[in-house]
């Protein structure tokens, strides 16, 4: 039986909730954009044809997460209209000449830059805030994090007394793969895309890491402006950011009239290839103010402004074989082996299929005739299989089979996607040992690659760990090592004993651990010993909610659910416990040493901070009292010692009053601090 429109209209509303917290809440969207908005606009379409049928207002696009302040914005930040063929385009064009009365429609034509929209706040001229979109009326506070790109002007001359300007963060693609390298090289599992890079740096808790990464912004529209009249034309709004020296995008002229203003997005698909952002369409919008006051809007889009979307880059070739790769953690990923193709500007030959649900669930056969597309993500995808030019003795893909056929002894763990080696092979210890080495981690002169691998093959080494043991007699065995050699091997261990409790942490190799929370875990546990017992309640404070939800909160920056389990699971195997041990036998420096600018009064002291500090960043002000040897904890209880307070301080303030936590301000917190 066909189900009914009811029904439909429910499960598509599922669909699309679950595809939003995807994307938005965890950085990990599974179908493109492209793919969403077919999803999004059938349901407009069902919600139109049965408004009985219809449900609330999904909420789409809103941004807000745990763990920020939120701003209101002075004027709501509006979403696009999409549109994806020449027709829609001109209808949209219709309905402004018809709204506006004919002739004299001036257009002003962009790239679409595929980032995360924020507004930024001046007032008197001053840079004071930059706030996500939220839903529209109120967003996240991410100045701290906004704040690194150097780009943004910090004082206007001449501006008008409150000024919101409206932009959009985007990492650069340079910047994208460099970080990715750096992902790969520490055998850390790599990001998507840039957008969704983009859009969870700029939600970073963490400082350190977030200044590691490079965004950079463009800057398109005019939010909020008192007084009001103080620009005619976006045209001339636009001229006087780049004045002040906000990057913006003048490639494509001021065009009159809706068929030029269409010339003007084929001539911007050429020109988008050779941006350094990622760009998944145009934006066309009205060019006079008083024109877009009277077009006016609806509750969420303009009817002055409209997205064209262009089609994501596809191609259908060959998948001659599926190959499986084997990462540092023993992790299973297939990959699509195909005959090569052009796409997007490059020769693709290799694509990720994800894991073996993926391979079942579209039924990707070697053989097949596959779709592949590219649409902001760097890395290819295979989209489909092209089913009518099946081999007519096409077997199903068994997964289980080839990894047997392979040698492979894997399994699947628990409800995780990925199948697991159950013992590491060769090439996982040679990994392991080299990233035990390396400069991000114990740093070992001399310990490459090459020893790495005569190391395992002759079976001086099977743990990381096992390195360190090794004697003068051992060390000879290996080719080119000589007397000299050997001296300088056993100098260079020596000195990766004394080194910090963090390279050690990131020496284990432990999942979803890369450098940065290593030095985080060191600071907050301060020993392997305590880290190694943390107990769940040690890495992440529950919540239960009124209605029995439960939710979490980190107590060491970069450590979420994920993270935590990672951390907890490997712990909890005895064969890493005995690294540990081996470790310490090994004379492994295995606590943090004392911080050498540790203050009295701050020491051993627990901090919460909470509203906005009139100079200190949230994360500068943690990293002054963590360096001072003090503990900032996001929560307030009788253990805690100072609660911090700023603008705008809510529930955590009347908490501290409540149980009679002392509460300071800035001036006090430096004060204490001895600067
Ligand atoms: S104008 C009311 N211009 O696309 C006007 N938006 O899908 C709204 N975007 O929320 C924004 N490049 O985050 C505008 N040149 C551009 C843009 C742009 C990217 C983003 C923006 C917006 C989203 C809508």
Redesign the pocket.
């Known amino acids: 039986m066909p189900e009914s429109p009811r029904d439909q209209i429910l499960k598509l509303r599922q669909e699309i909730q679950r595809h939003e917290e995807l994307y938005r809440k965890k950085h990990a969207p599974e179908i493109s954009d492209f793919e969403f908005d077919k999803l999004v606009d059938q349901l407009a379409d069902l919600e139109r044809q049965f408004p009985a049928d219809a449900g609330p207002d999904l909420g789409i696009?809103d941004d807000k997460s745990e763990g920020f302040q939120q701003a209101d914005h002075r004027a709501p930040?509006?979403?696009?209209d999409?549109t994806y063929d020449e027709a829609d385009f001109r209808a949209f064009g219709e309905r402004l000449y018809k709204a506006l009365g004919g002739s004299g429609l001036e257009f002003i034509v962009?790239?679409?830059?595929?980032?995360?929209?924020v507004s930024l706040t001046f007032e008197k001229g001053r840079f004071v805030r930059a706030v996500t979109?939220g839903n529209g009326a109120r967003g996240d506070d991410v100045t701290a994090n906004v704040s690194l790109i150097r780009s943004i002007p910090r004082t206007l001359s001449g501006a008008p007394d409150l000024l919101e300007v409206?932009g959009?963060i985007y990492m650069e693609l340079v910047e994208f793969q460099r970080l990715n390298r750096e992902r790969e090289a520490a055998g850390e599992p790599l990001y998507a895309n840039p957008r969704n890079l983009a859009a969870g740096t700029v939600k970073l808790l963490d400082a350190e890491e977030a200044k590691r990464r490079q965004l950079s912004i463009?800057c398109?529209?005019l939010g909020a402006c008192e007084p009001a009249n103080a620009f005619a034309t976006l045209k001339e709004f636009k001229q006087q950011l780049a004045a002040w020296g906000f990057p913006i995008?003048d490639d494509i002229a001021v065009q009159q009239g809706i068929d030029a203003a269409w010339q003007a997005i084929q001539q911007l698909d050429v020109l988008r290839r050779d941006l350094p952002f990622p760009?998944d369409g145009a934006?066309v919008?009205v060019n006079r103010l008083e024109d877009q006051r009277r077009a006016g809007?609806t509750s969420k889009?303009?009817h002055w402004?409209v997205?064209f979307k262009f089609p994501p880059d596809q191609a259908e070739t060959v998948l001659r074989s599926i190959s499986m790769q084997v990462g540092r953690t023993g992790a299973i990923t297939p990959v699509a082996e195909l005959d090569p193709v052009l796409l997007a500007g490059s020769t693709v030959a290799r694509a990720t299929l994800h894991n073996a649900d993926e391979i079942a669930r579209k039924d990707i056969r070697e053989g097949d005739t596959v779709r592949i597309q590219k649409a902001g993500e760097i890395i290819p995808q295979v989209l489909s299989v092209v089913v009518a030019k099946r081999p007519a003795d096409s077997q199903p893909f068994n997964f289980e089979a080839r990894l047997k056929e392979l040698g492979l002894d894997a399994v699947r763990v628990g409800d995780e996607a990925a199948y697991k080696l159950r013992a590491p092979s060769r090439d996982m210890k040679i990994r392991r040992l080299v990233h035990f080495a390396s400069k991000q981690c114990l740093d070992i002169d001399g310990l490459g690659d090459a020893v790495a691998e005569q190391l395992i093959d002759l079976g001086l080494v099977d743990a990381p760990v096992d390195a360190l043991k090794l004697n003068r007699g051992e060390w000879m065995m290996l080719e080119g090592f000589k007397e000299k050699s050997v001296d300088n091997m056993v100098a260079g261990l020596a000195q990766a004993k004394q080194r910090e409790l963090w390279r050690a942490i990131h020496a284990l190799g432990i999942p979803n651990v890369g450098m940065q929370t290593a030095k985080d875990l060191a600071r907050h546990f301060q020993s392997m010993d305590a880290l190694e017992a943390a107990k769940p309640s040690d890495l992440l404070h529950t919540k239960v909610g009124k209605k029995g939800g439960v939710s979490y909160e980190s107590v060491i920056s970069g450590v979420g659910v994920e993270v935590s389990e990672s951390i907890l699971s490997f712990f909890s195997d005895p064969n890493h416990r005995d690294w540990v041990q081996a470790m310490r036998s090994a004379g492994l420096n295995l606590i943090e040493a004392a911080s050498a600018a540790t203050v009295a009064g701050v020491a051993g002291k627990t901090f919460v901070l909470t509203g906005t500090l009139p100079t200190l960043g949230r994360d500068e002000a943690r990293d002054l009292i963590e360096k001072a040897g003090g503990k900032v904890s996001g929560s307030v209880s009788k253990k805690t010692d100072y609660v911090v307070a700023g603008e705008e301080a809510g529930s955590k303030l009347t908490k501290a009053q409540e149980l009679g936590v002392a509460v300071i301000d800035e001036a006090a917190l430096r004060a204490l601090l001895g600067n």
């Open positions: 696009g930040m509006l979403s696009l999409n962009e790239p679409k830059v595929d980032g995360v929209a979109r409206r959009e463009v398109y529209g995008r760009t934006v919008k809007t889009f303009p402004a997205a």
